[in-house]
């Protein structure tokens, strides 16, 4: 089994200070909105998770290019060639999980490719939320939103909790 | 252009309607460092000190500060400078959240607006995009709704939301400024000035990027910083365990928790709102600001047996019947200043300031100054509408909304406690310096604490000369608070520190673990400037003494740098303080001389000739 990133959910504190530092290793600047790992809002901001890529095994971004410009990094991340990406697209649309990006810097796709084996998320993250182990992939954000949706959904509707 | 800096300003005149991108003052971003600092130098260089606060001419600044938006640990804030309703002086309250790092994305450093606008509106900034839209379908509504109704209308679900609630348009004199629902520039009734011009919110959506001088540096400093504070007891260990209500017992414990309006400084119910049963019972999750490691800030719940009374029914939705907070000012002034001792009250009070945009801490002790009045019989039912005893929570949660919207009684205490005890011939009630109400922290029991309020530059506040700091905490080292000696030289070094502070886009809650020369490596990898300590504690003296020059032109003056009878001439009744007055007149003259004033508090010819404010 491959290390990659285990987000717990639970210890996140919506710092960003993840996403400040992966905008960096892309641009030498402070740039969320650059950033391939994002603090997801739930439950009107009493909630956070960070999510990106968990380099799911369909891979389904490696499918769709067209020219084969995603590979398997020695980190087993699946990772953009630069040189070889086109521009097109269609791993942005292809991937389910919404973890893949198209620059408009440099009309190529970008993704998480784990650091190649340092993720700076990892490091800059003050409260352990992003560990990079060895852990199975899998989708845990859907599920997660769910149960957290599950447990408030008496209150929106105006129940007694 | 400085690093740091995105270098352009914007500039609005509501009441024209227009919008202009203007470069950033660089000569003076280097002298004032920036936020506080920078926006009392465009105050004072545009704004009239002798305008009313709510005139169309009174400026309205939001600045940022050189390390706002980068991954400097608490480079969150922005400065809300303005004249304030409150006191007629120069104001400066800062907000956290992520608003002021959206603001610097999206190109932008600060923020002037001027004029009034016609009718309604709110501020729309998405990167180039900027321009004034329609709000009267937002005019009325609370901050909750305004921030999902501005997300949704735009389509841009990322905008940060900074906004007034129905306090601010009904220009109560300490109405707040919130931004991400929770996080308020919240004193000096800046959300009154923001009322005053019909700007309903500022809405900004930035995917730029903040770039420093020196990267490589920079990020060493900023590394550096973050295990500072990882290893500092306070910002590791108590702010984070138990947010800022961990002060609730300590400060009780030193009988220095004003209760009842000032009457006695022990409450009896501290415990049962302190952070330890906070966090024990009530506490959901920490909730950070953008970029900060301490993550002091709290989501907390009502528990179930307890929902059905403080609920928050009239909203659509409520975190799971809670809110952010309760801060430990916020618990101290609807609390222990009320006698309120029910923590479940005082989350759901929390939570009605925060969407009516409501300053928690004057509205705890206006209401305070107005339950003395009441049970000394100074005011009659009629009047009040109903029983204003201490200790009823009924009263805090009713009057909160009628504050908001001035109905009945409630349009007297949006006026302040200081207009309002003296409209009822007691002026001796009022628990202030310059209009604004005390924090959370009896300067009987914390000398220091009284010369740091009585020569605040805008009224009363803990934030400008945090003494409590040495005298209670014992950072950097532990002072007598009950003696005056050296009181008036830490006075003076805190005060121009935390101007400094204010001014870097820092959060001042960072010198509970690290000490400004510890900072300053990151300031000067950021802006390129070469600045020392000895430049940095300067431009925090420079910034001191401009509010200080700024607020003699509006016409406050040094006669105003004082005390109420209560502080100076009755003694603690009881607790560990008994018989303690504060000793003002023992500091004051020290500090003049500190200083480098005259005797009776003026700034010099020579003082200002040094600061370059000739």
């Known amino acids: 089994m491959a290390k990659q990133l285990r987000i717990i959910p639970e210890r996140c504190t919506g710092c960003i200070q993840c996403e400040l530092a992966c905008s960096w290793v892309q641009t030498g600047t402070f740039q969320p909105a650059r950033s391939l790992i994002r603090v997801h809002l739930f439950d009107d901001q009493a909630s956070y998770a960070p999510y990106t890529c968990f380099q799911c095994d369909e891979a389904w971004c490696m499918t769709a290019c067209p020219v084969n410009a995603i590979t398997i990094s020695p980190v087993a991340a699946k990772a953009v060639v630069p040189d070889c990406c086109v521009g097109c697209g269609l791993c942005v649309i292809a991937c389910p999980y919404g973890t893949v990006w198209y620059s408009p810097d440099t009309h190529k796709a970008v993704k998480c490719d784990l650091c190649a084996g340092d993720p700076a998320c990892v490091v800059a993250c003050p409260t352990g939320a992003i560990e990079y182990v060895e852990t199975p992939a899998a989708d845990w954000l859907g599920p997660w939103a769910v149960d957290l949706n599950k447990s408030y959904a008496g209150i929106r509707a105006g129940a007694e909790p | ?614």
């Open chain 2, 1 to 614: 252009m400085i690093g740091g800096w995105t270098g352009t300003i914007l500039r609005v005149n509501l009441t024209r309607g227009t919008i202009k991108k203007e470069p950033l003052r660089s000569d003076w971003a280097r002298d004032y460092v920036g936020g506080r600092g920078l926006g009392a130098r465009y105050l004072w260089e545009e704004g009239d000190p002798t305008v009313d606060p709510f005139s169309p001419k009174n400026r309205l600044l939001f600045v940022t500060g050189p390390l706002t938006g980068t991954n400097a640990s608490c480079g969150a804030r922005y400065m809300v400078v303005t004249k304030g309703p409150l006191t007629s002086t120069i104001t400066t309250s800062n907000s956290g959240g992520h608003w002021g790092a959206e603001l610097k994305f999206a190109g932008y450093d600060m923020i002037i607006l001027e004029g009034r606008a016609p009718r309604p509106c709110y501020l729309w900034i998405h990167n180039d995009q900027v321009e004034l839209r329609d709000a009267e379908h937002l005019w009325g509504k609370g901050v909750w709704e305004t921030e999902e109704t501005i997300r949704e209308e735009s389509g841009v679900p990322d905008a940060i939301v900074a906004t007034i609630g129905p306090a601010g348009e009904n220009l109560v004199r300490f109405a707040a400024i919130l931004n991400d629902l929770h996080r308020a520039a919240g004193r000096s009734g800046v959300g009154a000035v923001m009322g005053s011009k019909l700007l309903k919110a500022i809405a900004v959506r930035g995917t730029g990027s903040v770039r420093v001088a020196d990267p490589r540096t920079f990020m060493a400093a900023s590394w550096a910083m973050k295990a500072r504070l990882k290893a500092s007891d306070v910002t590791a260990e108590g702010l984070p365990t138990y947010g800022t209500e961990v002060l609730v017992n300590v400060i009780n414990e030193h009988g220095a928790l004003p209760t009842r309006n000032h009457q006695v400084t022990v409450f009896e119910h501290a415990e049962e709102i302190s952070g330890e049963t906070l966090t024990e019972t009530r506490l959901v999750a920490n909730k950070a600001c953008f970029a900060c490691t301490i993550a002091c800030g709290r989501v907390s719940q009502i528990p179930a047996e307890a929902a059905g009374r403080y609920m928050v029914a009239t909203r659509p939705r409520n975190w799971r019947i809670a809110g952010e907070g309760v801060e430990y000012e916020s618990a101290w002034a609807m609390g222990a200043d009320c006698g309120v001792g029910d923590l479940d009250a005082l989350i759901k009070a929390n939570w009605l300031c925060n969407d009516l945009g409501l300053d928690t801490i004057s509205f705890g002790a206006t209401l305070a100054a107005a339950m003395e009045l009441y049970e000394k019989g100074a005011v009659a039912d009629e009047l009040t509408g109903m029983p204003l005893r201490f200790g009823s929570a009924e009263a805090l949660l009713t009057m909160a909304e009628r504050t908001a919207y001035r109905q009945g009684f409630g349009d007297l205490l949006a006026e302040g406690s200081q207009r309002l005890t003296a409209r009822f011939g007691h002026p001796e009630f009022f628990m202030g310096v310059r209009g604004q109400e005390f924090p959370a922290y009896d300067s009987r029991a914390i000398q220091g604490m009284g010369l740091g309020y009585a020569t605040s530059n805008r009224g009363a506040c803990h934030l400008k000369a945090y003494t409590v700091s040495a005298e209670i905490l014992g950072i950097p080292k532990k002072m007598d608070p009950h003696t005056t000696e050296g009181k008036a030289e830490i006075t003076k070094i805190f005060q121009d520190v935390a101007s400094a502070v204010d001014s870097t886009g820092l959060c001042v809650f960072l010198t509970f673990g690290v000490g400004l020369e510890e900072m300053l490596p990151q300031l000067v990898a950021a802006t390129g400037v070469p600045y020392t300590m000895d430049l940095l504690t300067q431009a925090g003296e420079r910034t001191w003494n401009l509010e200080r020059l700024w607020n003699e032109r509006a016409g406050v003056g040094k006669s105003s740098d004082t005390l109420p009878k209560r502080i100076l001439e009755e003694p603690i009744p009881s607790g560990p303080a008994k018989g303690q007055v504060n000793r003002l007149g023992e500091m004051l003259p020290e500090y003049y001389r500190l200083r480098g004033w005259t005797e009776d508090g003026t700034v010099t010819e020579a003082k200002r000739r040094e600061l370059g404010l000739a």
